[in-house]
């Protein structure tokens, strides 16, 4: 039989009509940004995520920034982060003037190894930063039975929606960061969420994205007096979403759970189709959490492989079908090896991760044909 071929995105995001009409609302309202379709949004994301404060941002790296700033992380500080995630996880450290060091990572979740953390943990560590990758908790029981007192802060950029032993990420630390680029599940274009149980954090970070300001802009316009001007008593940042991302998030929202519940069929469907495939290792999920599938990622065995990973990436690309590495080992990027002096060896599984994940196609404007061509694609790699 003759396979057609056909050009299937490593991703797209899944808006149509609806957000388009949602983001016409706060352009004829006027308000567009900060007000009444942002503070919504915060309110359902909340809901959907088990905790009680919600806050919208530009990004999940402003969102990181903002929840180091509110610990009170500084010059002297030490702040963990897994050594296989996306770079701004690390960057917003130094944004902080603090010390980022790297934990290795689990070859089987590509999520942070708690025996390396153990190892890691001094008196100078402020912050904890586990890393949900492409949508899959981290053992966040196993991370406090090291971590003590230490706060946790979850990169969730890509785990809206996913789960760890019955609660939600977002709820599981100190501090919950999200993202809604467009690679994510649910998007905003450019955005993110953080969330909290913690009241005093969650005004300090509803000031801080706002300037520093002492009183949100919506307050002070349904306020008794919105012609007096906030009090502004800390360093502050905007970091502020506006209305029209937020009245398309909102919508985005609505769908978290079918666009996961989809994923999550077709992640079933590779997992079955590709598990005879001696040279791919497809994501394992253990019982009591609830994958997000933000990304599908296998880990390509190159002493099984017919070819190497890059070279069976290439082979996909000329066959129609974009795949990426699953992200990087920042250790391993110019700018951390420089700056730390650090040598790929020094975190191993982060370097295998590096080396041999990829990332193939999963998303919900795919149609069972495309998901078809793909697994057809790689049973062809010979
Ligand atoms: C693990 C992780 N952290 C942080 C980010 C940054 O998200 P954003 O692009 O919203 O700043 C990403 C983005 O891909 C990510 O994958």
């Given at each position: 039989?003759?396979?057609?071929?056909?050009?299937?995105?490593?991703?797209?995001?899944?808006?149509?009509?609806?957000?388009?009409?949602?983001?016409?609302?706060?352009?004829?309202?006027?308000?567009l940004t900060a007000g009444p379709k942002v503070r919504e949004f915060e309110e359902i994301f909340a809901k959907r995520h088990g905790v009680k404060h919600a806050m919208a941002v530009t990004s999940a790296t402003t969102a990181l920034h903002l929840a180091l700033v509110a610990l009170g992380i500084k010059e002297g500080d030490e702040v963990i982060v897994p050594a296989f995630?996306?770079?701004?996880?690390?960057?917003?450290?130094?944004?902080c003037n603090a010390k980022v060091v790297f934990v290795d990572v689990d070859r089987t979740t590509f999520n942070i190894d708690v025996a390396d953390l153990k190892k890691k943990i001094t008196s100078k560590t402020k912050a904890i930063i586990p890393v949900h990758l492409f949508g899959l908790c981290a053992d966040i029981d196993a991370v406090k039975a090291v971590a003590g007192n230490i706060p946790l802060i979850e990169d969730g950029a890509c785990a809206?929606?996913?789960?760890?032993?019955?609660?939600?990420?977002?709820?599981?630390?100190?501090?919950?960061?999200?993202?809604?680029?467009?690679?994510?599940?649910?998007?905003?274009?450019e955005g993110g969420m953080i969330t909290t149980n913690d009241d005093k954090l969650a005004e300090l970070i509803s000031n801080l994205r706002n300037h520093g300001a002492s009183v949100s802009e919506e307050q002070r316009h349904h306020g008794p007096k919105p012609y007096i001007l906030p009090e502004f008593n800390m360093l502050g940042y905007n970091y502020r979403m506006t209305d029209l991302q937020a009245a398309v998030g909102i919508v985005q929202l609505k769908k978290l759970d079918i666009f996961i519940d989809e994923r999550e069929q077709w992640a079933k469907f590779y997992n079955e189709q590709l598990k005879d495939i001696v040279w791919i290792k497809i994501p394992e999920v253990k019982e009591n959490y609830k994958h997000g599938w933000q990304s599908y990622v296998v880990y390509i065995d190159e002493k099984k492989s017919p070819l190497k990973r890059n070279e069976i990436?290439?082979?996909?690309?000329?066959?129609?079908?974009?795949?990426?590495?699953?992200?990087?080992?920042?250790?391993?990027?110019?700018f951390y090896a420089e700056k730390y002096d650090i040598k790929a060896d020094d975190f191993p599984g982060a370097k295998d991760c590096n080396n041999y994940s990829m990332s193939i196609p999963l998303f919900n404007k795919m149609t069972k044909e495309d998901y078809e061509y793909v697994v057809y694609a790689l049973k062809s790699i010979k």
């Open positions: 039989m003759e396979v057609v071929k056909r050009n299937i995105p490593i991703s797209l995001p899944h808006t149509g009509e609806e957000e388009w009409l949602a983001a016409k609302e706060p352009i004829m309202s006027g308000w995630t996306w770079i701004s996880t690390a960057n917003v450290v130094l944004y809206a929606g996913a789960g760890y032993k019955g609660k939600p990420a977002g709820s599981l630390g100190t501090l919950g960061c999200f993202s809604f680029h467009p690679r994510k599940s649910v998007t905003t274009g990436m290439e082979k996909l690309q000329q066959m129609g079908i974009s795949t990426r590495p699953g992200t990087h080992a920042p250790h391993m990027l110019g």
